[in-house]
């Protein structure tokens, strides 16, 4: 939603400054920007689910510890 709306923002500053708001289609740098940002992010949310996925397993493995834990003190 930030990145949205700092878009928008962008291409309101872009027009009122007498700008395009939007590149020419033919624009090859930018397009490879685009193609390059996007992989990245792709990688980076790779990378976040990866480590959430370790996260819940050390947390399933605490869980786990500390009920049998309570089961044996609740003898």
Same mark, same amino acid.
């Given at each position: 939603? @930030?990145? /949205?709306?700092?878009k928008?923002?962008?291409?309101?500053? #872009?027009?009122?400054?007498?700008?395009? #708001? @939007? /590149?020419?289609p033919?624009?090859?740098? +930018?397009?490879? =920007? +685009? /193609?390059h940002y996007?992989? #990245? !992010?792709?990688?980076s949310?790779? =990378?976040?689910?990866s480590?959430? %996925?370790?996260? %819940?397993?050390?947390?399933?493995?605490?869980? &786990?510890? %500390? &009920? !049998?834990?309570? !089961?044996?003190?609740l003898?």
């Open positions: 939603m @930030v990145a /949205r709306t700092r928008i923002n962008s291409a309101a500053h #872009s027009t009122h400054a007498g700008e395009p #708001s @939007v /590149r020419a033919d624009d090859r740098a +930018s397009a490879s =920007t +685009s /193609r996007a992989e #990245s !992010a792709s990688s949310r790779g =990378t976040r689910v480590e959430l %996925l370790g996260m %819940l397993a050390n947390l399933t493995d605490l869980v &786990t510890r %500390l &009920t !049998a834990q309570q !089961a044996i003190i003898r």
